[in-house]
């Protein structure tokens, strides 16, 4: 069996200061042996991270639309930031890759339903974020998104959504081994959800990477 982290961060996201060796390590250290990278609004750490892990890597991103972020997983291509949700699960479509929404019911990060109902994707989504170590507050978002995959028949997936590498493991599936996108819906079905909710000063840890990022291209300029 696979334990996978489905949604770490790296260096190549703004908010994050995780280096691809350093993430190599403390997959290694806890035993972790699957992760899906998913930066914001790149794919660039997870190929450089995929060519150097002696584990299995998913390239994924998080892309951010006007009601919020999707996930698209085992990618080729970036997939911009900006565009409508329609958009972006088009594009996610068109070189194979699935579709997933990361921490959906999260009061500050998930989809605004005022814009438009979760429901409504349904049809475009493989799979749904059931737990998030950094979602708040207190789980109740988590058990919301349970919910709603078990209403709905959507695959579940966990992670860490580390910004950070002590928060890697975090959150994570047990899963049985897997090749390839077919073979990881399949695993994921019969998959086991392990996880516990990361502090949550992690949050101002990102908020402090992302300031340190804004200056270092302040000065770069």
């Not at 660039?44 to 150097?52: D, F, P, S, Y």
Request: aromatic share 8%; hydrophobic share 45%; with cysteine.
């Amino acid at each position: 069996m696979l334990r996978a982290d489905l949604h770490v961060h790296s260096m190549f996201s703004f908010d994050s200061g995780n280096s691809l060796d350093g993430i190599m390590d403390r997959c290694l250290k806890i035993g972790i042996d699957c992760v899906a990278i998913a930066d914001h609004g790149t794919i660039a750490g997870g190929l450089k991270l995929k060519e150097m892990a002696p584990f299995k890597v998913i390239v994924a991103e998080e892309v951010l639309t006007p009601i919020g972020e999707i996930m698209g997983l085992f990618l080729t291509e970036e997939v911009p930031s900006g565009i409508s949700v329609e958009e972006a699960i088009t594009r996610i479509r068109a070189q194979d890759g699935l579709v997933g929404l990361p921490h959906p019911f999260d009061y500050m990060r998930g989809i605004n339903q005022r814009c438009q109902s979760i429901e409504s994707l349904v049809p475009d989504v493989d799979i749904i974020e059931v737990f998030n170590a950094r979602s708040l507050p207190f789980g109740f978002s988590n058990r919301k998104a349970g919910r709603f995959a078990r209403e709905h028949g959507l695959l579940c997936s966990a992670g860490s959504d580390a910004h950070t590498l002590r928060e890697i493991g975090r959150a994570y599936v047990e899963l049985p081994d897997f090749n390839g996108k077919e073979d990881f819906l399949a695993a994921l079905a019969q998959g086991r959800i392990v996880g516990r909710r990361s502090c949550p000063l992690v949050h101002f840890l990102s908020a402090f990477q992302t300031l340190t990022a804004g200056i270092k291209k302040r000065f770069a300029r």
